[in-house]
């Protein structure tokens, strides 16, 4: 019986694979990209009206490259989880056989220009019609080493402040005039996150802070928010030991210890819990307002109410972590007649700015984040001063990765496993400044 | 009432709590691979409700199918059977051969060989893996069969287990042979390999069970996604998924992937049992 | 043997000698041609990587940029200062006291239980194995999902008579043992099977002659089977300490190494100073220092494993 399965299984995957050899005339080039894999739930769909969310528009999209390119290029998705993404990408690099295309983090282009490892984009912008003009100065700014540019800009994202209004409208922390209450102070919050939890049991803030990096991107907001500084400007040393430091992990430990806080999850559950209606205010990123606002709209669900704000100044000056995505063309990758497909597919991506927004991500090209169609968009009138806020340690700064491993499990460590705030600093800082000077 | 009796009544009810205390402990052992079957025969939809139950209760097969049509999962499992099947075969040419030579042939430094590759039972797999890949990537052969099956072909393991076998043979089943003056080969293709079929099978079957169970080195060479092999594409899975949704189908991959080396071990078992007793000598 | 006396003619005494002192016996060439394959794949896939990895242990090496300068033994400085490394070498001895003394205990106390060569106790021995057979990703799915607080069947089992989830794998204390139960659940078959093995071995006449004697089991255990099984239970402690101590997927898959670095092995840090943070110099240093620690390991074990012979 289990024989004659396996042999079905076996004569099955053999008609399986030898229907996935591709057209014998169209160029392949590999994507490489996080985003999550869905392209069983999304196979043959070409219309983005039915896309929601990054994997979701991300994969639509490239369905319609490759049906508007039938017989000429066919893009072949390589969906990598978001946790080794990069140890992934660098294997690829080591085995000399990187991808075409892949998505990077603005945060990580740096250690790979500097080792001159991406194509030099330029040109074949020009050759397929990408006006860098038109990109946000600082999108193009982030992407060039050198004097050259080494990637297609593609989004800006950040931390932002999600509400659940019908929560907070229980707690009586919705004005008169239907708008949520946004703290615009340390006390403020305070105050909230109390007469919240005195009303409803709940916590005020949900945070991703186990496992998943948004603690560290909080504690940086709120360090940079004070005016303060993560990295020296000579790239030599880290400043983690720092006043504005302390203060930023003082805060964030109090509002966990009074229970203002709930940050023992990952960041599925951390998300889980807010639609569950665990709590009023989420964490999270700008990549999930296409998400939640969909979620909102179901009558079943806990989310009772969604809006969503940049995230609120505490301190003194206006400051947000951010990050922004791009497209790469790895040196060694695209070979041929697979370059110009390549270069193809970065300007579909460029047209598609607008679309890509629909996730919740900030547009990079002036022309679109100005423009109407994008800020009818639900919710993006409120978040709109992001671009101006976003901030993010010196784009050179090396091995960003290591840095913000290195940041968030000091971090961490003082409410998951109770080690002292101040010998976590101290060892942030000597882990960083080891890091920095090529020794880690 | 004799003492005997008496002794005899409290064994048994001592036979009747152990056989119990066995049977729930093998039901509890068991349990987490029962329940993890039982959700793989669960649609997802019902699985995002509750995940609680042991019966596959409704029953679907769809996310089996939808394995088989996913031509990546099935390509991995390809391939982590051309891995195993390819490791074992050829594992068990070099044991057997090395093994061989090292019980049964006085040649000159073989102490030292043996000393030698004993030795390299010390090495761990993980304080090699980084070197390894660099040599594969001059050599432009990652992403390939060879990268995945040959590093593990040099594992002193089997060589150990094949010479403590053959050292257990009776000297006299050979002594004839060489006194007719017999060649080696002759010697160990007609003679010692048909009685090795015991410890060559034990040998295939922790090759294979190795084999299609490494995980870190097939990460790290085989990055593309059509030459993972079922144990790291699986993991890669886990990760994308969002594990609120497809959760029957995660189960089944994992079902999927455990499959042939479960039927592998239920037919081979007693050879297991054999081959362990041999490798810790006697 | 006779050397060659110059009186006899040139030819015949080449001849001679070659007869009379091979150079290599057949013994010799068969020995080496037999050992060749294996030793050849060994020497290219085992000892090379294993001196290539020392090699690059002195270098500042980076992962695509390639060799950036000799350090010498600057490497090995930067990691006994580094504490994530020191983290992650207390937590590997940390995950190997916790798995090995509970793997080995539970394994004789089923091999003990399931002794007598009945077919039942075939069945269990063949239960109790099962585990073994899965992969590292297999068992790290299960057991997440299994140990889920929201999810897994352990919260609804406990829910029943009223206990609380725990989160086992966000909370300190509980992650580390979240792992080592996977861990000892999938890799208790084979200490099983090297105690059952080992126990079959004791002759019968001993156990006949304590019954007897009247001895109590206790005794019988005590006095008899233990010092038998003296050294299985040698081998099975080592063989275990070497391999948990290379541990890699529980940890990577389950926790990430987390919470806080709190679960991160050896090999995972090996792989992150490599793949992570580009430095294969760093990455390859922690590497030799692992080498050694399973070096002085498995000497300890074939010094206590010949002791018995």
Redesign the interface.
Known sequence: MTMRRLLAASLAATLGLATTVPALAATDITLFRFFGSCNDQYAGVTDLDKAVGECGIIQVLTNKFNAEHKGDIAVKTQAVDWGTYYNRLNATFVNRNPPAVAVMHRSHLGDYAARHLLTPLDDLFKQVGIDKSDFVPAALKGVTFDGKIYALPFDLHAILWHMNTGLLGKAGLVGDDGQPTIPKSVDELMAQAKKFKDATGKPYLLLAGSVDPMVTRLFETLVWQQGGHLIDSDLKHANIDSPEAHKALALINELIDKGYMAAKYNYTESQQAFLDGEGAVLINGTWVINDYDQQASNKASALSGYAVSTFPTLYSEPAVWADGHCWVMPRGGARGDQRQAAAKLLKYFYDNDLAWSHTGHLPVRASVLNGDAFRSLPHRDAILSTTNEARGVPGATRSQAGIQDALNEQLQATYLTGKDQDAALKAAQKRVDGILSGRH | MSDATTGRRRADTGRIVTLTVLVIAAFLWLVPMIWVLAMSLKPNEVLMRTTAGLLPVPFTLDNFIQILNTAKVTRWFLNSIGVAVLMTGITLVLSSLGGYALARIPFRGARIMLIFIIAGLTVPEQAVFIPLDTMFASWHMNNTIIALVTPRLAVPFGVFLMMQFFKAVPKELEEAAILDNASRLKIFFKIMLPLARPALTTLGIFTFLYAWNDYLWPLVSATQENHYTITTGLASLQGNFAQSEGLGFLMATAVFASAPVLIVYLIFQRYIVQGIAMSSGK | MATNSTSAPAAKGVADTERRRPRL????V??????A???I??L???????F??FY?SLH?W????GPLGWTGLQNYQ?LLT???FWTALGNTFYFVVLTVPLTTVLALVLAL??SKPTRTNAV????????S??????V????Q??LSP????LA?ALGTVGIPPL?WL???HLAMLALVIATV?WSLG?PL??F???L??IPGDIYEAARLDNASGWRTFRYITWPALHR?TV?VVLIEI?LH??V??QPF?M??G?????TRSL?QY???????????G???TG??V??VV??IA??AQ?HF?RKED
Do not use: C
């Not at chain 3, 016996?25 to 010799?28: N, R």
């Not at chain 3, 068969?30 to 050992?35: E, H, I, K, V």
């Not at chain 3, 790290?140 to 057991?143: D, E, M, S, Y």
């Open positions: 016996s057949p013994d010799t068969s020995g080496y041609g037999f050992l394959p294996f030793l794949v060994y290219v896939f085992l000892v090379y990587p294993l290539r990895g690059l500042q980076d992962l695509l940029a930067d580094d504490p994530t239980a399931l269990f021995r063949a239960i109790f194995f099962s585990s057979i899965v992969s590292v990703t297999v790290t799915l299960i057991w999902m299994v929201s999810r897994g069947i609804q989160d966000n909370d300190q659940w084979l099977m090297l059952s093995a080992g079959q071995q299985t081998l070497i101590f290379q890699f997927g898959l926790t990430k987390g919470p806080a670095g709190s090999v090996i792989y992150e100073s490599g793949f992570r943070d580009w430095h294969l760093y990455a390859s590497a030799m692992l080498f399973m070096l498995s000497l074939l494993s």
